[in-house]
């Protein structure tokens, strides 16, 4: 994988500025974007359901693991839809009848992998059957996933103990969907706050999907990034993405880490397009270098 300089860099206090319209552009977006594209329909009772929402949340990580996939928060919404509250959490209660709701997931899940080896059915039987073995066997030891979460103090340790060390999570869920799954569950804007109001913002981790990279490297961010190729400029978000985060983190020492990524993944979605970026209505549009020639996918 060739390493690529940025044409065009961006100084340091406009690295800084950048990354407080990225905060912003994701406090403003988060919350609604959860709500119409995963939460709309739940009843203000299970949002309040601190262990209900974990299990809910952790089957989309499960489905989204490119931390992006539409068709796994349908997904998950059709099973709420289909068998309820009672499926999250007693998941043993449906063993006999998983094939039911196989059926019904494929009529909406698109897996997105790069190279897709198993067949789609394989897939979602692996994502959902494991997510609810993983859910039943960590109740049957802890009492539910709240329980065993709580025992790591912070969520760089709930990520890098508790769930990429733990072989029944650790085997569902890439880094990048677990990165999503932390910030999602303790994330003070947003709605179980395993740590409560006082978590410092810089100590959720960044996901650093593809979109992210991108747009940090369009903007001139980044001096330098890995692509796949010099041929099509796909950027390497996995090898990229402790060096970004310690990046964020250096310019902006206090930042909301998961905002901002949370910002440059809306803005890559939302206007940073692969081949005919909308620069006139992106946010970024004064301070943006147009580094264009990088891309997500």
């Known amino acids: 994988m060739p390493v690529e300089r940025v044409p065009k860099v961006l100084s340091q206090d406009n690295k800084k500025l950048l990354l407080s ?11 609604e974007d959860l709500r119409r594209s995963l939460l709309e329909g739940l009843d203000s009772s299970l949002l309040n359901d601190k262990e209900f929402m974990l299990r809910y949340l952790l089957l989309t990580a499960v489905l989204d693991q490119q931390a992006e996939s539409e068709s796994a928060k349908r997904t998950v919404r059709s099973i709420i839809q289909k068998y309820g509250y009672k499926f999250f959490m007693s998941p043993r209660e449906y063993f006999d009848n998983i094939r039911d709701v196989i059926q019904l997931a494929l009529g909406t899940y698109e897996p997105r992998v790069r190279v897709l080896r ?6 979602t039987l692996l994502r959902i059957g494991g997510f609810m073995l993983a859910v039943n066997s960590l109740s049957l030891r802890f009492g539910g996933l709240f329980n065993y979460f709580k025992q ?32 999602w569950i303790t994330h003070p804007q947003l709605f179980i706050r395993i740590y409560g109001e006082s978590v410092p913002r810089n ?73 005919n970026p909308n620069c006139a209505q992106c946010p970024l549009n004064t301070i943006c270098s147009r580094n264009t020639e990088f891309r997500a996918y």
């Open 152 to 183: 790591y103090r912070t969520p760089y340790e709930l990520l890098n103990r508790g769930i990429l060390r733990e072989p029944l999570l650790s085997g569902l869920l890439y880094e990048k969907a677990a990165r999503l799954y932390v910030g």
């Open 21 to 31: 319209k990225l905060e912003e552009t994701g406090a403003r977006n988060i919350v």
């Open 203 to 275: 100590t959720i981790p960044m996901v650093v999907n593809g979109h992210v990279a991108k747009v940090l490297a369009r903007t001139g961010f980044l001096d330098r990034v890995s692509v796949e190729s010099r041929d099509n400029m796909i950027v390497e978000a996995e090898r990229e993405r402790s060096r970004i985060e310690n990046e964020v983190k250096r310019v902006k020492p206090d930042g909301d880490l998961f905002l901002i990524d949370y910002g440059a993944f809306f803005t890559g979605i939302r206007y940073c397009h692969e081949r």
């Open 118 to 123: 198993m067949k789609k059915e394989g897939i």
